[in-house]
C-alpha cells in the first residue's frame, strides 16, 4: 500500500471541506504507474502506454535528478520555482511555503518544500527592454562585471507584487542605495543580484525548517547562460550550483517516471547516471562578504514592504 494511514486521513479531509462524493474522485497513483493505453484515434498502428505523470515543478525536481532529501532545483523563467527534496517524511513548511509530493515512483514518496518567485528573467526583460540599459541581453553581463560590487544599490523587483516567501502582492518595485556614483552598470549588476538573493530568501527557509543541509542545487532556464548570475548564486548559498545541459527538465521527469513504468530503470542511482555533473560552479565569496550584501538585500526588502504598509 503506497500511502500511510496518516496520508489517507489526510486525503479524506477532502471530503469534509468540498462536497465532491468519494466516488467521483479518481484513484490517486505514483508518478511511475501506467495509468492506460491509447492509439491516440488511430494514429500509432499498436496502442502505446500512458505512464510517467508530474506536474510541471515536480517534473523539472525529478528531471534534474533530485532524488535524495537535501537535493534542490531553481527553474529560472519569467519568475522562478524553488524546490528542495525533504525526504519521506511530510514536514510542515515554512510560512509562505508549501508541503507538497515531490514525487512518488519504485513503491517511495519524496516530499518537497516549494516556493514560487514572481520575478527573476522578468527582471533581465525590463532592464533591456523598457529601461534600455543595454541593446542585447548578451551585452548585460559584461556590464554588471564591468564595476566591482552593487556600490550599495539593491533592485527590489515587485513589479508584480512580492511572491514568496512575503506574498505581499501590493509591494511595488524599488532602487535603493543610489548615489551620484551609481550608473547603470550598478543597477544591471543589482538586478542580476536580486535574482539570487531571492532564491537565498527560500533555500534557507526551506534547508532550516526541514534540518536538513543542502547537498545540491540544480539549475534549468535562460538565466542559467549568466555566468555571473551564477557565480553569485553559489556564492550567496555557499553550494555547488550544477547547471543541467537541458533546459527542458521538466519534460525529462515525465521521461524518467515513463522509464521506471516500464522498468527502463530499476532504481534512482541508475536513472542518476545519465546526469552530466561537469556543468559545476563552486562558492568562492568570503563569508562576511556574504553577509553584508545579503543584510543590504534584507534591509531593502523590508523598505519596500514598509513603505506599501
Same mark, same amino acid.
Given at each position: 500500500?503506497?500511502?500511510?494511514?496518516?496520508?489517507?486521513?489526510?486525503?479524506?479531509?477532502?471530503?469534509? &471541506?468540498?462536497?465532491? !462524493?468519494?466516488?467521483?474522485?479518481?484513484?490517486?497513483?505514483? /508518478?511511475? *504507474?501506467?495509468?492506460?493505453?491509447?492509439?491516440?484515434?488511430?494514429?500509432?498502428?499498436?496502442?502505446?502506454?500512458? *505512464?510517467?505523470?508530474?506536474?510541471?515543478?515536480?517534473?523539472?525536481?525529478?528531471?534534474?535528478?533530485?532524488?535524495?532529501?537535501?537535493?534542490?532545483?531553481?527553474?529560472?523563467?519569467?519568475?522562478?520555482?524553488?524546490?528542495?527534496?525533504?525526504?519521506?517524511?511530510?514536514?510542515?513548511?515554512?510560512?509562505?511555503?508549501?508541503?507538497?509530493?515531490?514525487?512518488?515512483?519504485?513503491?517511495?514518496?519524496?516530499?518537497? %518544500?516549494?516556493?514560487?518567485? &514572481? /520575478?527573476?528573467?522578468?527582471?533581465?526583460?525590463?532592464?533591456?527592454?523598457?529601461?534600455?540599459?543595454?541593446?542585447?541581453?548578451?551585452?548585460?553581463?559584461?556590464?554588471?562585471?564591468?564595476?566591482?560590487?552593487?556600490?550599495?544599490?539593491?533592485?527590489?523587483?515587485?513589479?508584480?507584487?512580492?511572491?514568496?516567501?512575503?506574498?505581499?502582492?501590493?509591494?511595488? $518595485?524599488?532602487?535603493?542605495?543610489?548615489?551620484?556614483? $551609481?550608473?547603470?552598470? &550598478?543597477?544591471?549588476?543589482?538586478?542580476?543580484?536580486?535574482?539570487?538573493?531571492?532564491?537565498?530568501?527560500?533555500?534557507?527557509?526551506?534547508?532550516?525548517?526541514?534540518?536538513?543541509?543542502?547537498? $545540491?542545487?540544480?539549475?534549468?532556464?535562460?538565466?542559467?547562460?549568466?555566468?555571473?548570475?551564477?557565480?553569485?548564486?553559489?556564492?550567496?548559498?555557499?553550494?555547488?550550483?550544477?547547471?543541467?545541459?537541458?533546459?527542458?527538465?521538466?519534460?525529462?521527469?515525465?521521461?524518467?517516471?515513463?522509464?521506471?513504468?516500464?522498468?527502463?530503470?530499476?532504481? %534512482?542511482?541508475?536513472?542518476?547516471?545519465?546526469?552530466?555533473?561537469?556543468? /559545476?560552479? $563552486? !562558492?568562492?565569496?568570503?563569508?562576511?562578504?556574504?553577509?553584508?550584501?545579503?543584510?543590504?538585500?534584507?534591509?531593502?526588502?523590508?523598505?519596500?514592504?514598509?513603505?506599501?504598509?
Amino acid at each position: 500500500d503506497l500511502y500511510s494511514d496518516e496520508q489517507k486521513r489526510g486525503a479524506s479531509c477532502i471530503t469534509t &471541506h468540498l462536497p465532491i !462524493p468519494r466516488s467521483m474522485m479518481p484513484e490517486a497513483l505514483p /508518478c511511475d *504507474a501506467v495509468f492506460g493505453e491509447t492509439t491516440i484515434e488511430g494514429l500509432f498502428k499498436s496502442p502505446i502506454q500512458i *505512464a510517467g505523470v508530474l506536474g510541471d515543478s515536480h517534473g523539472a525536481l525529478t528531471g534534474q535528478m533530485c532524488f535524495e532529501a537535501g537535493m534542490g532545483k531553481v527553474t529560472y523563467g519569467t519568475g522562478s520555482s524553488v524546490m528542495v527534496n525533504i525526504g519521506e517524511e511530510a514536514v510542515a513548511a515554512p510560512e509562505g511555503l508549501v508541503t507538497s509530493v515531490g514525487f512518488s515512483a519504485l513503491g517511495k514518496v519524496y516530499y518537497a %518544500f516549494e516556493g514560487n518567485i &514572481h /520575478c527573476t528573467g522578468a527582471t533581465i526583460k525590463w532592464m533591456v527592454e523598457k529601461l534600455g540599459l543595454v541593446d542585447s541581453f548578451n551585452q548585460i553581463e559584461t556590464l554588471a562585471t564591468s564595476v566591482k560590487n552593487n556600490d550599495g544599490v539593491y533592485l527590489v523587483p515587485a513589479f508584480t507584487g512580492l511572491g514568496a516567501p512575503w506574498w505581499k502582492p501590493d509591494a511595488k $518595485a524599488a532602487i535603493w542605495g543610489m548615489t551620484l556614483n $551609481a550608473g547603470k552598470a &550598478h543597477v544591471l549588476r543589482a538586478g542580476l543580484e536580486s535574482i539570487a538573493y531571492q532564491v537565498k530568501d527560500l533555500i534557507d527557509m526551506m534547508t532550516r525548517q526541514a534540518g536538513i543541509e543542502l547537498k $545540491a542545487l540544480r539549475v534549468d532556464g535562460g538565466p542559467t547562460k549568466n555566468q555571473f548570475l551564477m557565480q553569485f548564486q553559489a556564492d550567496m548559498l555557499h553550494a555547488v550550483i550544477n547547471r543541467s545541459e537541458i533546459e527542458e527538465a521538466s519534460a525529462l521527469g515525465a521521461v524518467v517516471m515513463n522509464g521506471f513504468a516500464r522498468k527502463k530503470w530499476a532504481s %534512482f542511482q541508475e536513472a542518476a547516471a545519465m546526469r552530466s555533473i561537469d556543468n /559545476c560552479i $563552486a !562558492p568562492c565569496m568570503e563569508e562576511k562578504e556574504l553577509q553584508s550584501l545579503y543584510s543590504g538585500w534584507r534591509e531593502a526588502v523590508k523598505k519596500v514592504i514598509g513603505q506599501n504598509n
